[in-house]
């Protein structure tokens, strides 16, 4: 099984940068699909970025010109440079990986979370 451990957190001025890690260890097939997700206080979590295994990205509109997510495929590493924030981009960042197993044969896909990181934007 995979875990996900955050880094890079923390508390920034408004316009400033920050860039996020997330490492997955344990025994696994392999990684598709690796991504960042954030959950504001009162507020559903929601899609920031996501890179595909061959690297194709796609990102929220709201962070589109801002982030830039990138992944090193041989250290199981996902990255979330953040320029330009914003107070609204406040939130509980969470990493997620989709991992690739087998048992008995049968291959499945399996979506495994980090703790999450905070990143507080102040005005």
Not at 36 to 61: C, F, H
Request: glycine share 12%; net charge neutral; charged share 20%.
């Amino acid at each position: 099984q995979v875990q996900l451990a955050e880094s890079g957190g923390g508390l920034v001025q408004a316009g400033g940068s920050l860039r996020l890690s997330c490492a997955a260890s344990g025994t696994t097939l392999r990684i598709e699909s690796m991504g960042w997700y954030r959950q504001a206080p009162g507020k559903d979590r929601e899609l920031v970025a996501t890179v595909s295994g061959t690297g194709n990205t796609k990102y929220a509109d709201s962070v589109k010109g801002r982030f830039t997510i990138s992944r090193d495929n041989a250290k199981n590493t996902v990255y979330l440079q953040m320029n330009s924030l914003k107070p609204e981009d406040t939130a509980v960042y969470y990493c997620s990986a989709d991992d690739v197993w087998e048992s008995d044969g049968l291959y499945h896909t399996t979506s495994r979370w980090g703790q999450g990181t905070q990143v507080t934007v102040s005005s």
